[in-house]
């Protein structure tokens, strides 16, 4: 499975962007889908994920402003990010959990990093 994001970019405080990651390759079923951050010298955090029938879970920080969904028909993600801050600033990484077969394993699966950065 490999994942593709995009939408990262400069955005001003207060504004809006959304990020999309797109899974392709083989795969039978994407459980989990969801995404992370890392800031410059911070470990990398959940920032919001998304179940297979639609459940959703956010980081405390961003409960209210940001808003998880997916496209099954798509297999892609998205993160619409609004009132964004500061401290939103961060490589945003999407994340899947899934198997490519009916008898294969679960794996966890990582896209490469999409660069948010928020001007004050």
């Known amino acids: 499975v490999q994942l593709q994001a995009s939408g990262g970019g400069l955005v001003q405080s207060g504004g809006s962007l959304r990020l999309s990651c797109a899974a392709s390759g083989s795969i039978f079923r994407l459980n989990f889908m969801g995404w992370y951050r890392q800031a410059p010298g911070k470990q990398r955090e959940l920032v919001a994920v998304?179940?297979?029938?639609?459940?959703?879970n956010y980081a405390d920080s961003v409960k209210g402003r940001f808003t998880i969904s997916r496209d099954n028909a798509k297999n892609t993600v998205y993160l619409q990010m609004n009132s964004v801050k500061p401290e939103d600033t961060a490589v945003y990484y999407c994340?899947?959990?899934?198997?490519?077969?009916?008898?294969?394993?679960?794996?966890?699966?990582w896209g490469q990093g999409t660069l948010v950065t928020v001007s004050s």
């Open positions: 998304i179940t297979g029938t639609s459940s959703t």
């Open positions: 994340n899947v959990v899934g198997q490519t077969s009916y008898y294969g394993p679960i794996s966890d699966y």
